[in-house]
């Protein structure tokens, strides 16, 4: 299943998709993104090399939460995301874990050269699935992968996970170089786009109704709040 999600995204690269600067721009649908995981496996880096594109090395642990506005064009729908660094401070998790209800999609970031942060991925996507939405999905990042020489594990055992628990998608990612890094929201915005398209008219659908009134907003319905904060 897994396999075939991947696919169907996949196709969606043909899609014509554009970063659009101006996060003041009118947007068609909204969606919150969360990027979650153990401390240190490079969830800021990520966060401000797809907002700002850049990376320092120093580290500057993020207490509580932070987030930040990035809108992207897929055909000719506007996307706007609001995207979420969560801490992972085991202090913060659970009250954390409680703002993930209303996430369109779950960013999950362990680091290739942290056995640790790959063991703990399990209980991650327990206690995610527990506080999801029923619309809600999850992605898997295998980030600092080039530091191959400090690897720890394999690109296989991250696309286990992924296969197992049945998650949109898995990509090893580097947040020094850039690598994979802007695919991360082109992959986003291509599932959200083709799931509202597929299930708009759908009023009887749990996962559209969520979408459309909670999580996705049309821009119409929400014209005195265009700000994605």
Not at 68 to 87: A, E, G, L
Request: with cysteine; proline share 1%; net charge positive.
């Amino acid at each position: 299943m897994a396999n075939h999600k991947s696919e169907m995204l996949n196709e969606g690269l043909n899609y014509k998709t554009e970063v659009i600067k101006d996060i003041s721009t009118k947007n068609d649908l909204f969606a919150k993104l969360q990027i979650i995981g153990d401390i240190q496996v490079g969830k800021s880096a990520i966060l401000s090399r797809i907002t700002k594109n850049n990376f320092t090395e120093k580290y500057f642990p993020t207490f509580g939460y932070t987030f930040s506005p990035y809108v992207i064009k897929v055909n000719n729908t506007i996307i706007k995301f609001q995207i979420w660094d969560m801490c992972g401070n085991e202090n913060y998790r659970s009250v954390l874990l409680n703002l993930y209800r209303n996430a369109t999609i779950g960013i999950l970031v362990y680091s290739i050269c942290s056995r640790k942060s790959y063991n703990n991925l399990e209980k991650w996507i327990s206690k995610l699935k527990k506080y999801s939405a029923p619309c809600s999905k999850l992605v898997l990042l295998g980030n600092k992968c080039d530091n191959e020489e400090k690897r720890e594990v394999s690109f296989e055992e991250g696309k286990k996970i992924c296969d197992k628990y049945d998650l949109l998608f898995f990509m090893e990612v580097s947040a020094k170089t850039g690598f994979n890094i802007q695919k991360i929201l082109e992959l986003a915005a291509i599932h959200i786009y083709q799931d509202y398209e597929i299930n708009k008219n759908d009023e009887n659908n749990i996962s559209t109704t969520l979408m459309t009134e909670s999580i996705i907003l049309k821009a119409n319905d929400n014209k005195n709040n265009n700000n994605c904060c």
